[in-house]
């Protein structure tokens, strides 16, 4: 099939879809990092290397409308027969003369943006910009900690992000837990709560759902995270384990009322089960479904069918949860112990973000258990070999598609480290050694190897195995690992590095980050597609 075979979609249908609010799903199937550098407010990074593990919870209904460009590297073709052999049915090239995608929506006067998570973050910079949202600067912060005022700060990130580095004194309440917990955590209406995150947005929106949550307290986001405390020159805490509690019952009581409160305000639509049925029903529609708890108590038990996406971070990443835009969003919480809480704030974040999103208030019982496994494509029949086989086997080619960061953390011995996407350029430099009698893939879990396995074999006539369990397996049975970046056969495009992670990040890259998301209110009229609309004060 030609490349002409492939339907085109222009930048001008892209951004009637969204202006419309109609479905459709605009991806760009590069790497994290050269994504990170450009690309249209709602573009999705779905790297082609990963479209049969992630294509499937991603874009869960196959008849949705979907754009696919990349920016002239040919891997947009590619992608979009992948998709359509995995019974995609409305599969375009973004289009452009010259296959460069990103430069046909950059000469039709579409708007590019920097960095990851962008809706989310440019919505952040909207709220405090439209509801001056309270900040106190890291010096000011400091100062009541240092003099032992009644204060209490929260960090609104992940756990393990907060372990890496946080505030001094503070304890780790991810986003959508701070309305349920902030109670219990400063009884007093007289403690003074600051929220943090590392950067902006995570700061602000905590911070506004606790303003918006009406609680008595003075309440302010620590001005630009833990960014902003480094480049005062302050010192941060590394493994902290300070976590909220239970909540108590007259927590749990206020935080229900303003959180259902705010959902209806915001138009998020309470469902029933059997409304949810419909929706479920209605095969015109993109559904995802999420349940925000912890992950822990999503292990314990859920709903069928229900995906792990905690509030904090659904809020945060919709580009990852939601990669159709226009597609509708339903959320469960549940259980006696905070049944409405997360559940109805989350949603009323996510209805301010343009989502059609609806929170399930009788939920079904809980009765499946486990981690959340995403759907994804049938694995393609591969031969296997254990950990002990391949370490006695000699003339092996070892490549390993784990994420580089993870590579270069630890590989079995001689692994070479390779984007699936570049293989078919990769793979005669990888053979000219005279000794390679065959091709073992792996990765952290053998999931993405099985598929590059598949690829390899169309690639070379030498057997290709994968190892069975992958990295995992190889650890866990006690064989030797090294680290280092020595055997990158790829550049470390994977993923982009973010000037906000971490605690070796240079001083410029985290000031050039504060400056770019000071910009994104203006970088959000300029595009004119976001469809965003902050709640106003009550």
Request: aromatic share 6%.
């Amino acid at each position: 099939m030609s490349d002409d075979a492939l339907p085109t979609l222009s930048p001008e249908a892209v951004r009637a879809a969204l202006l419309a609010k109609t479905e459709i799903a605009l991806i760009d199937v590069r790497e994290e990092d050269p994504y990170a550098q450009q690309h249209p407010l709602f573009a999705v990074q779905l790297s082609t290397g990963r479209i049969e593990l992630d294509a499937p919870w991603r874009l869960p209904r196959r008849d949705v409308l979907i754009a696919v460009y990349d920016a002239g590297e040919g891997l947009a073709a590619g992608a979009a027969r992948k998709l359509q052999a995995m019974g995609y049915s409305r599969v375009h090239l973004l289009a452009s003369p010259d296959g460069n995608g990103l430069a046909a929506w950059c000469a039709s006067g579409g708007e590019v943006f920097r960095d990851v998570n962008v809706p989310s973050k440019s919505f952040g910079e909207l709220v405090e910009h439209e509801r001056h949202t309270p900040s106190l600067s890291a010096e000011a912060v400091q100062s009541l900690i240092a003099s032992g005022a009644d204060v209490v700060v929260l960090d609104a990130r992940r756990f393990d992000e907060y372990q890496t580095m946080s505030i001094p004194t503070s304890t780790s309440v991810p986003g959508a837990e701070l309305v349920l917990h902030v109670r219990d955590l400063a009884p007093s209406p007289s403690t003074r709560v600051i929220v943090n995150c590392a950067g902006r947005t995570r700061s602000i929106i905590g911070t506004q759902s606790l303003v918006n949550a009406g609680i008595p307290n003075p309440v302010a986001a620590l001005r630009n995270g833990t960014i902003g405390w480094t480049l005062a020159g302050q010192a941060l805490a590394h493994g902290q384990q300070r976590r909220f509690g239970p909540a108590s019952a007259a927590g749990l009581a206020a935080a229900r009322a303003s959180a259902q409160a705010l959902a209806d305000r915001a138009g998020a639509q309470r469902l029933s089960n059997a409304e949810l049925t419909a929706w479920q029903a209605d095969t015109h529609r993109t559904l995802y479904r999420w349940d925000v708890r912890t992950p822990e108590e999503y292990a314990a038990g859920h709903l069928p069918g229900f995906g792990s996406a905690p509030g904090g971070q659904l809020v945060q990443e919709t580009d990852v949860f939601a990669a159709v835009r226009g597609a509708r969003i339903v959320l469960v919480d549940g259980g006696p112990e905070t049944d409405g809480v997360r559940a109805a704030i989350t949603a009323h974040w996510l209805a301010q973000l343009g989502w059609q999103v609806g929170w399930l208030t009788d939920p079904a019982p809980f009765s499946q258990t486990g981690p959340w496994q995403p759907a994804h494509e049938a694995f393609p029949e591969v031969t296997l070999v254990t950990p002990a086989q391949l370490a006695q086997q000699r003339g092996t080619l070892v490549l390993d598609f784990s994420p580089s960061a993870q590579h270069v953390k630890a590989h079995v011995p001689g692994a070479r480290w390779a984007l699936r996407a570049q293989l078919t350029q990769l793979l005669p430099s990888l053979l000219a050694a005279s000794d390679v009698e065959r091709i073992v893939a792996t990765c952290g879990s053998g999931a993405l190897a099985r598929f590059a396995a598949a690829d390899l074999a169309t690639l070379t006539r030498l057997p290709v195995a994968v190892l069975a369990g992958g990295n995992t397996a190889w650890v866990a049975e006690g064989l030797p690992v090294e680290a280092g970046d020595a055997d990158l056969a790829s550049p470390r495009i994977d993923r982009y590095r973010r000037p906000y992670e971490g605690t070796d990040a240079p001083r410029a890259a985290m000031q050039a980050y504060l400056d770019w998301e000071y910009g994104l209110v203006e970088q959000l009229a300029r595009d004119g597609t976001h469809g965003f609309q902050v709640l106003a004060a009550a």
